[in-house]
């Protein structure tokens, strides 16, 4: 199980960060959700400037010195992972890996990681995804309400939910008070939630 070798937080430390996401991407899947998009969504929702996006500016617009509209330096989103690392997620924890990657490529905003099966098993405020292996912990029964919980005191407009679980899980019966909440199943998964019908609040399934 990828998540749980170091492997790769090994290779991530040698390397620079765009080869090493990359080399992390190749080893064990592509995306199902299309980030940059969310991220436009989410921003043009807030602050009425769809055309900006929190996608890292590439390689050769760095080279080339090139001034992009790549992020809105205020009121940048808050992004508040939470990952369900209860006994029924068995093998799916490298497919979530894999979108925790992508979001780290197509955001410079900061992330938060919490894991939670029935308590909260670990956190972390940091965009290296060696350090994000580290607090996947867990392996018990499944409640979200914890992970909830604790996050909700530093919850602002501006922050982002996206949980990621199969769904087979205890949460919340109201929607967080933040921008917006993505919950993102595993193939298998079910909606656990009542509120997405709420405009800001929605469900994916792959």
Known sequence: DLVRSRGLGDVYKRQALPDALRIIVEAIGKPK???????????????????????????????????????????????????????????EHNAILVEVVSILEETSAPIRVVTCDTQVRGETNTRDIAEIVTVVEGGGGSDFNPAFEYVAPSLTWDTIIIAM?????????????????????????????????????ETVLD
């Open 33 to 91: 959700v299309a980030w940059q998009e969310r991220f436009a969504q989410w921003v043009g929702d807030t602050i009425g400037r769809a055309d900006y996006s929190y996608r890292r500016p590439s390689r050769r617009s760095e080279a080339a010195k090139e001034i992009l509209c790549t992020s809105i330096p205020q009121g940048m989103p808050q992004i508040t992972i939470l990952w369900d690392t209860s006994g029924s997620m068995g093998g």
């Open 165 to 201: 679980t199969d769904g087979h899980i205890n949460v919340p019966k109201e929607a967080p008070a933040c921008q917006a909440s993505l919950w993102l199943l595993t193939p298998d998964g079910v909606d656990p939630v009542s509120y997405t019908h709420l405009r800001a609040h």
